[in-house]
C-alpha cells in the first residue's frame, strides 16, 4: 500500500496580536492595510457628494411704501368752553347759569368720535374729528339738550337742571333702578325756595295743592313701570307756576325721546319743533289711546273702549303710560287719547303735568272727561284728561266715553 497523502496547512493567523498590532499603529490608513476602513471612508465621502448642503435662502427686499401727502393749512376744532360741569355752547349773553353754580347736576356724556375706514395696501392721510361734547353748538346731539331757541327764554335755568336730572335717571331706569330721590335732591338744591313733590315720596296719600306763591315741581321717575318690559316707560319732570304748568319734561330711555317744552315757546322732541295738524280730523279717523288706572269699576272702563270702537275710530292704542300717550298725540303718532273714566283709577299731577305742557304746546285741545264747571284752564287735579288735535275731536271722545 501507499503511504497516504498529506495536504498542506494554511498558515495559523494570530488575530490577538493583530489586533494588538491595528491598536498600536498610528499611520494604518493605508488601502492595502484595511480595506473595510477604506470602503467605509468612501461611502462617507459618496454620501456627502449626493447630499449637498442646501444653499442659503434669498431675502425679498420689499419696495419702500409712497409718502403721505402733508395735509396743507390743518387747524385745530375750536374750542368748546365748559362751565359748572355744563357745555355753555352758544347761549345767549343774557343767560347766566353762575346763580347755581354750586349745583353739580349730572352733566352730558361726549359723544364718541365717527370710526374711520381705510383701504387695505393704501397710505393716506386722514384727519380725525375731534370728539364733540354734548352742547348747544352745531355739532352737539339735540336730543342730548335743551334746545338752543328755549335757552334765552325765562326758562332756560330750570329746563337745563331738570333735562340734566331726567336723563341721568333715565339711564338708571333703562337699567333697572329707580331715580327719584336723585332729581328730587337736585332740584331742591338748584332751587330752595322751590317745593318738590315726588311720586314715590308722597305715594297715595294726599297731594300737596298748588300754590301762586311758590313754584312746584312734579317728578315721577318710573312712569309706567308695568311697561319697563315693553319700552315705555319713562321719566317726568314737570313745573308749575302760580298753579299754571309751565314746564315739562319726558324722557324715554328705551327709545331715546327726549320730549322738551316750555309755556308760550314751544314743544320739542330731539331737537326738532312739533306741532300737530289743525285739520278738522275727526272720530272715524282717528288713532286714539286709552290708559286704565287701578280702579275696580273695569266694566265701566271696558265699556268706554267698545263704545269708541262702535262709534268707528280708526284704531286704538295703550302705552301703559299717559305721559307718552299726551307726548304720541303731540307728536302726531296719535290723534287723541283720554284716561280716568272713573275717579277711583287714581291718576295724580304727575301723570299730566308735563305731558300737559308738551300737548298744548304742540297744538292740542286738553279738556277734562268730566269737566266740572266748565272751567276754560284744565285743571290737573280733577283725575281725567282728554287730549286730541283739535277741538271737535275731544267732543266726540268725550262724548263716547262719558256715557
Not at 129 to 135: D, G, H, L, M, R
Request: a negative charge; aromatic letters at 8%; one cysteine or more.
Amino acid at each position: 500500500m501507499s503511504a497516504p497523502r498529506t495536504y498542506p496547512q494554511p498558515p495559523v493567523t494570530n488575530f490577538t496580536q493583530f489586533d494588538e498590532d491595528y491598536e498600536d499603529s498610528s499611520d494604518y490608513d493605508s488601502e492595502e492595510d484595511d480595506y473595510s476602513d477604506d470602503y467605509e471612508s468612501g461611502e462617507e465621502e459618496r454620501q456627502v457628494a449626493v447630499a449637498p448642503p442646501p444653499p442659503a435662502p434669498v431675502v425679498a427686499q420689499a419696495a419702500p411704501l409712497p409718502q403721505p401727502v402733508p395735509v396743507l393749512q390743518e387747524t385745530a376744532p375750536p374750542p368748546i368752553t365748559v362751565t359748572n360741569n355744563h357745555a355753555t355752547g352758544n347761549h345767549s349773553e343774557n343767560y347766566d347759569m353762575t346763580e347755581y353754580s354750586n349745583y353739580d347736576a349730572p352733566h352730558i356724556v361726549p359723544v364718541s368720535p365717527k370710526n374711520v375706514k381705510r383701504e387695505h395696501n393704501t397710505v393716506e392721510t386722514v384727519q380725525v374729528e375731534a370728539p364733540a361734547i354734548a352742547s348747544q353748538t352745531e355739532d352737539a346731539e339735540p336730543k342730548h339738550s335743551v334746545p338752543s331757541s328755549l335757552m334765552s327764554t325765562p326758562y332756560a335755568r330750570g329746563l337745563q337742571v331738570a333735562v340734566s336730572l331726567a336723563l341721568h335717571a333715565g339711564k338708571n331706569l333703562k337699567a333697572g333702578g329707580e331715580d327719584e330721590r336723585h332729581i328730587v335732591e337736585g332740584l331742591s338744591k338748584a332751587f330752595p325756595q322751590h317745593r318738590v313733590i315726588g311720586k314715590e315720596a308722597v305715594g297715595k296719600s294726599m297731594v300737596p295743592m298748588l300754590t301762586q306763591v311758590y313754584p312746584t315741581w312734579f317728578v315721577d321717575a318710573t312712569n309706567g313701570a308695568g311697561s319697563l318690559r315693553s319700552p315705555m316707560a319713562c321719566v317726568t319732570v314737570g313745573m308749575c307756576l302760580k298753579g299754571q304748568p309751565v314746564i315739562g319734561i319726558v324722557f324715554n330711555p328705551f327709545t331715546e325721546e327726549l320730549f322738551v317744552a316750555a309755556d308760550g315757546f314751544g314743544a320739542f322732541l330731539n331737537g326738532e319743533k312739533i306741532r300737530v295738524s289743525q285739520s278738522a280730523l275727526g272720530l272715524a279717523a282717528a288713532v286714539v289711546g286709552y290708559e286704565f288706572g287701578k280702579g275696580k269699576e273695569k266694566y265701566k272702563m271696558l265699556n268706554a273702549v267698545g263704545r269708541i270702537m262702535e262709534h268707528g275710530c280708526a284704531a286704538t292704542r295703550s302705552l301703559g303710560s299717559v305721559p307718552m300717550n299726551l307726548c304720541y298725540v303731540a307728536s302726531g303718532r296719535m290723534h287723541g287719547t283720554y284716561a280716568g273714566i272713573v275717579p277711583s283709577e287714581g291718576w295724580k299731577p304727575w301723570d299730566f303735568c308735563a305731558g300737559l305742557v308738551i300737548a298744548k304746546e304742540a297744538g292740542c285741545h286738553v279738556s277734562a272727561i268730566r269737566n266740572y264747571g266748565n272751567k276754560e284752564e284744565y285743571d290737573m287735579y280733577c283725575g281725567s284728561i282728554i287730549c286730541a288735535v283739535n277741538a271737535s275731536l275731544v267732543s266726540e271722545i268725550r262724548h263716547c266715553v262719558s256715557q
